[in-house]
């Protein structure tokens, strides 16, 4: 078997089909601020009525925020998307309940942020990814029921420092975490993907020729931390598993052209399996692995 990276391994690259491109971690300057405060309830129809080629910038006040509709980034538009808040304390970061969708062609960053969704449906998305790349900077995104985030349609990606899944390990729990899809490309770094799976569903999702680097990530608490299906690519380095619940790991029953490279990782079972069933990538490498079963990791309760 080929090795086969699928991303690039430099710290803020994203992998991009037919070459790469470098990802500035630096804030951008945008030529139009608006502020959002927490009784503002114009602010979905205001990003949603953004024009091909506009730039603009939204500073959320600290506080809750509640979108009555959907915030929706048009075609061709670059944003982005900040809390005030000087603190570092995830606490102090504005609080936004509400649907995102980022459509294709579009672009930006968001920042300093907290993004929640109430979902009805287990279909529902807090923020759905399409274009980029699309940057995301300590930023909160948490789901009850539904997919925290969902990328698809060739998206690009990165999150840096966040946290992506549900509110608690008993009732609040996001269906998925992060599901990619349809050729899409993320890069996770010190991200922790926590507190998904309800009956079914999964921390990290791969399908559909997705491609994902995970950088120094954990996985806490899930029903299985990660899944994958046909033509799909995993890179783990230095990543941790911790608590899951079924498994660490699946394979779905299409595994055709799938490669995991899995570099000095943890993974610390409760009682179940490290995979939650036979099957296994085509390619599957492995360098400083270590396999810790518990029989019993504490259940945090609510968080």
């Known amino acids: ?34 502020f959002v405060d927490a009784n503002d309830t114009k602010f979905a129809q205001e990003i949603s009525s953004l024009e091909y080629g506009s730039r603009r910038k939204f500073v959320f006040r600290q506080g809750r925020h509640i979108l009555r509709e959907i915030a929706v980034i048009r075609w061709g538009v670059k944003v982005c998307i900040q809390g005030d808040c000087a603190s570092q304390k995830i606490g102090d970061r504005p609080e936004v309940w509400g649907n995102f969708s980022f459509f294709q062609q579009t672009s930006g960053e968001m920042r300093g942020m907290k993004l929640g969704l109430h979902c009805y449906t287990s279909s529902d998305d807090c923020l759905l ?9 300590e930023t909160d995104v948490r789901c009850i029921g539904g997919t925290a985030v969902r990328t698809v349609l060739r998206s690009k990606s990165l999150f840096h420092g966040c946290n992506i899944g549900g509110i608690n390990t008993q009732y609040m729990r996001a269906a998925d975490g992060l599901r990619c ?76 052209n799938v490669i995991w490279i899995l570099e000095d990782c943890e993974i ?26 518990c029989r019993h990791i504490p259940d945090p309760g609510f968080l």
């Open 1 to 34: 078997h080929i090795r086969h990276s699928p991303c690039a391994r430099s710290h803020g690259v994203l992998a991009l089909r037919g070459g790469s491109a470098s990802v500035a971690l630096a804030e951008e300057t945008f030529p139009c601020v608006s």
């Open 129 to 137: 990814l399409q274009g980029g790349p699309w940057l995301l900077f």
């Open 181 to 256: 899809q349809m050729e899409s490309s993320v890069q996770l770094e010190r991200t922790r993907v926590e507190m998904c799976g309800i009956l079914d569903g999964y921390g990290l999702s791969l399908c559909q020729s997705a491609r994902v680097q995970a950088i120094s990530c954990e996985f806490y608490h899930n029903s299985v931390a990660i899944s994958s299906d046909d033509s799909t690519r995993l890179l783990l380095r230095g990543c941790t598993m911790l608590g899951s619940r079924f498994a660490s790991f699946h394979c779905s029953s299409s595994t055709e």
């Open 268 to 293: 610390y079972g409760n009682v179940g399996s490290v995979w939650l069933n036979e099957r296994r990538p085509t390619h599957l490498e492995t360098k400083n692995v270590s396999i810790r079963i």
